[in-house]
Structures are given as structure tokens and as C-alpha cells.
């Protein structure tokens, strides 16, 4: 098989991606007998574990423990929505972290510090959104201004744009 084929990633953000082999062999990891692969592509960013040669699976959601559980870990109730959700118990000591008897790799609880940082942000606007309505009247510093929206800058905290534009941190109003 030549060096140059293209192998498609399938699930997660970067679903039907296509990367040269050559290319996704400089940059897989191996961890024990798995082949993962960190990537990002234009923003978003998954992790991938090799199945075969040609197919490479999104490993974040269940990372990699895919559980066939719907109770969860714990046997408790998962949370209903309109997707298929399970709870997911981990264990932190220091710098290890476990799922269930299994310590995750670095590039495991990489991709877990980045699904959770993605729901405090979201989690973060929607209290935001809720606690100050594009329309609202606040005020800023003496004087009174509307809020016309809200900022969305990676690695910043969520902040209203009020009228004049002005950016303002909810507690500064």
C-alpha cells in the first residue's frame, strides 16, 4: 500500500477528514497496544484511536472505554436528553487520573480537560445569556447601556457587548 493514501477519520469534530497516511503516522501516538492521534483541524480539535489500518475512531466521548452501560459507571441514572449521554465516574490523585481500574494517558486526560473546559464555557454563557438578555438595561461605570450581545474569544472569559461599543465583564456592571 502506498505511503501517500488517505485514511478518513470518522466520528467527533473532525468526521470525514481525510489525512495522508504518511502525514497521520508522524503524528499517532502509541500508548501499550493503541494508536491514538491528537488533532486539529481549523479550530476544532479529537482525539483518535486506530481500529485498523484505515479506520480511525473519535476516542473522546467514552475515551475509549466505550461503555455499553446505559446506568452509567456507577449504575446511577444517566442524564436524559435527546442524545445518548452515560455518567462517567473518574478517580484524580495528583496527576493520575482513573476511569473505572484504567489510568488514562496524558493524551486521554488531555482530551478530558478539553471536553470539560468546553461545557464550564458553555455552561458560562448560558448563565450569562440568561442573567443579562440582549435588551437589558445595565450600568457601566456612570452611565447607563444596552446589552447587545455577548463575546465569544477562545480562552477568554464570556463578556457582555453593550451598546457604545463596550465590552464589559458581568461583575464590572
Known amino acids: 500500500m502506498p505511503d501517500d493514501d488517505f485514511v478518513t477519520l ?3 469534530p473532525l468526521d470525514g477528514l481525510t ?3 504518511t502525514h497521520l503516522d508522524t503524528l499517532a501516538q502509541d500508548h501499550g497496544n493503541d ?3 491528537l488533532l486539529t483541524h481549523c479550530g476544532a480539535s479529537g ?9 480511525w475512531i473519535y476516542a473522546a466521548p467514552g475515551l475509549l472505554g466505550h461503555n455499553d452501560n446505559p446506568k452509567g459507571d456507577a449504575g446511577e441514572e444517566a442524564p436524559v436528553s435527546g442524545r445518548s ?5 473518574y478517580r484524580i490523585s495528583e496527576n493520575r487520573v482513573w476511569r473505572g481500574k484504567t489510568e488514562l494517558s496524558p493524551a486521554q486526560i488531555r482530551a478530558l480537560a478539553q471536553t470539560l473546559a468546553a461545557i464550564t464555557r458553555t455552561r458560562e454563557e448560558d448563565a450569562l445569556r440568561e442573567a443579562y ?7 457601566f461605570g456612570d452611565n447607563l447601556h444596552t446589552v447587545t450581545g455577548y463575546t465569544d474569544s ?4 464570556p463578556m457582555l457587548r453593550l451598546s457604545g461599543n463596550t ?7
Open 10 to 12: 470518522y466520528a467527533g
Open 19 to 21: 489525512v495522508t497516511r
Open 85 to 89: 449521554e452515560q455518567a462517567r465516574i
Open 133 to 139: 438578555p440582549v435588551g437589558a438595561r445595565v450600568r
Open 167 to 173: 465590552i464589559a465583564h458581568p461583575t464590572h456592571t
Open 47 to 55: 482525539l483518535y484511536q486506530q481500529q485498523t489500518e484505515d479506520r
Open 35 to 37: 494508536r491514538f492521534l
Open 154 to 157: 477562545p480562552g477568554l472569559p
